[in-house]
């Protein structure tokens, strides 16, 4: 539970506890693969443990990182000729790296871009997957800042995003 209230939290803890068997594990720092560090301008979120695990798993820990998830214009097609990779290997990093997305949408238009060749992922598909994992490796340590409200200031969350590098005029 969160709230801005410190006194309202802890009556309602109290009322929970006594309602209900539970224990009080104090402030979030882990859930579903999230970590949350509460630091002096808010709560950062990340999954920095997560995507090491990922580079493991996919024998990228040690590669070079790259400053962007996908080249500049990449296009993917399906090529009949070209070689075929093992389906179950890509998707598994597929499925990793749409599950860190949640920390880091900078990767979620280039995992959504070859997300669509699971069916028969090819040489220069999984090129473009291992891509995204060498832009995480330079961004590990990045996350989300949600910011404190001090007070009567408002917090507005505002984005732009240019992910296809203006291939798509719509």
Not at 36 to 52: E, L, P, T
Request: hydrophobic share 35%; glycine share 8%.
């Amino acid at each position: 539970m969160t709230g801005s209230s410190e006194e309202e939290i802890q009556r309602f803890k109290q009322f929970m506890m006594a309602e209900f068997e539970m224990t009080d594990l104090g402030k979030l720092s882990h859930f579903l693969g999230l970590e949350f560090n509460q630091v002096q301008k808010g709560v950062f979120m990340h999954q920095s443990r997560y995507a090491q695990e990922i580079l493991k798993r996919f024998g990228m820990m040690n590669c070079n990182s790259v400053s962007t998830p996908a080249e500049a214009g990449l296009k993917l097609e399906k090529d009949p000729e070209e070689e075929l990779v093992d389906a179950t290997e890509f998707r598994k990093l597929i499925g990793s790296l749409r599950y860190l997305s949640n920390s880091k949408p900078d990767i979620c238009f280039a995992v959504s871009l070859i997300s669509r060749f699971m069916r028969e992922p090819k040489m220069s598909h999984m090129q473009a997957a291992k891509r995204v994992l060498r832009f995480v490796k330079g961004t590990i340590d990045s996350g989300a800042l949600f910011p404190f409200e001090g007070g009567s200031e408002k917090s507005d969350l505002l984005g732009y995003t240019d992910s296809d590098w203006k291939r798509d005029p719509e």
